[in-house]
């Protein structure tokens, strides 16, 4: 059964490049015919793991393709997920098998509304990897890859470890989707704020220990209760030991790209108001971010 991995960004392409070195059936959706010829160009796919590069020739298509879909990794931004998954919608076979890799909460239930005849098993991953050039994707980090659904876990689960891809098959996606959001919050947002790497963040923790409270409140109040267990804590661990990263809503910033500010930041303000949670640090810090993007002419949504 063939992978099909729709979405340019780096976590997708190490996914791709990976599946296709171990030899398994591989196609990557490309937006428009002309990022595909620039990507037939290219060769394919090129990792660069411990300074040595590789292209794996993955090939490539349109959403356009008619090659029907039975297994999909959604690898786009949250806020593109929606439209992307929209792009191909009518190639999906009844029982299809979505992988949603986004960040913050949201677009997840976004997706699967639109499309009830897929399974959609949601995916979050602490791998590091970065896009040095098109097509040209660094290792950066080993970590590991959360996955799962309330059904059995599914077969092709050995073809990961065929490609060397670390996962774990867990029944408790919610509580693991929470707190990647929580940390999510707690960190990204104030390393774009103050412009700086993530262990930056440490001398600041006068900022994260109260922003952490709420978070735990708002956990606690949304039903997410194991989420919010020593959530400062391990904001804390983190940020040691992803001191000389940058997060990914600062290398968007830095970019001058869309960040996901409204499946983090947005998404945690709207939930506190409707679950009736007060959270003024979180609104504020909200608005702070908001303005910082205006000031750069960046998108705030």
Known sequence: MTWHVLG???????????????????????????????????????????DAAQTHPVPGQLATDSQ?????????KAYDALAAISSIE??????????????????????????????????????GAFRQDDFRIVFAGQGQNWLGDAQAPPEWL?????????????GQMPTRLWRKFALNCAIN??????????????EHLDEIQPLCAELVELLNHAGQADAAVALYEQVIQVLQATAA??????????AGRRTEIDYLLGYASTCAARLQ?????????????????????????
């Open 8 to 50: 340019g960004g780096s976590l997708g392409a190490l996914w791709a490049a990976r599946l296709g070195r171990a030899g398994l059936p591989v196609q990557l959706i490309l937006r428009n015919p002309q990022r595909l010829a620039a990507y037939r160009a290219a060769g394919g796919l090129t990792l660069v793991e411990q």
């Open 90 to 127: 009518t190639r999906l076979r009844p029982g299809a098998q979505v992988l949603l890799l986004q960040n913050g909460l949201g677009s997840q239930e976004q997706v699967a509304t639109r499309v009830p005849q897929a399974r959609c098993i949601a995916l979050s991953s602490t791998e």
């Open 68 to 76: 029907p879909i039975e297994r999909l990794l959604l690898a786009c």
């Open 189 to 202: 947002p104030l390393t774009v704020l103050h412009d700086c790497r993530n262990g930056a963040l440490l």
């Open 245 to 254: 990263n940058l997060s990914s809503m600062q290398q968007d910033v830095r």
């Open 158 to 170: 050995k073809e990961l470890a065929l490609a060397g891809i670390p996962y774990q098959w867990t």
């Open 277 to 301: 949670v007060p959270a003024p640090r979180l609104q504020q810090l909200h608005l702070r971010l908001l303005e910082h993007l205006r000031a750069r002419g960046l998108p705030c949504a």
